[in-house]
Structure formats: C-alpha cells, structure tokens
C-alpha cells in the first residue's frame, strides 16, 4: 500500500525550493520529524527519506535530532560483533 500526501498548489508554490527539490525534501522532512517523535524507526525513516543510513544519519545531525541508540541495541550490536568474530577465527 502506497500513501498519497496531497499539498495544495498554493502551498507548493510558496516553498522556497527548485520544483524538482520539492518532493525528496517534503519526504526527508517527514522522515526526520516523524523519526524524531518516536513514530518511525531509524530504519524505516531513513527508507521514508530515501537515504543511506549514513546520509540520514547526517541528516539528522545538521538538524541537532539526538538519535535513540539504547542499551537494547547495544547489546544486539555487540551480539552480531560477536558472530562476525567467530566466524573469523
């Protein structure tokens, strides 16, 4: 299922951007705001925006949105180190 955001003409119009910026920008700003608010998760705001982990991961950076790195996914990051390691020995 694909979701359609309709902006009024006027709204586009007044968007200080080149017209072939406007939908990739709208996009990256929900993927940002919405990751921001706990709605979507890093992964899936970045696909949202259409970026590179790195990229959005910049993204979020210049705009100062903290990202939410807890315990639990430390422990699963550490838990993968673990099996590239012992498939390395």
């Known amino acids: 299922m694909n979701f359609v955001l309709e ?7 007044s968007m ?9 920008r709208v996009k990256a700003e929900l ?3 919405l990751y921001q608010t706990g709605v979507l998760t890093f992964g ?3 696909k949202l925006a259409g970026m590179t982990k790195w990229d959005f991961q910049l993204v ?3 705009e100062d949105v903290p990202s939410r790195y807890d315990v639990s ?7 993968t180190l673990e099996k590239i390691r012992d498939r390395g020995e």
């Open 44 to 46: 899936k705001a970045r």
């Open 7 to 13: 902006i009024p003409e006027d709204v586009l119009r």
């Open 73 to 79: 996914d430390l422990k699963k990051d550490l838990a």
């Open 16 to 24: 200080k951007l080149p017209e072939k910026e406007r939908s990739e």
């Open 31 to 33: 993927a940002i705001r």
């Open 60 to 62: 979020l950076g210049r």
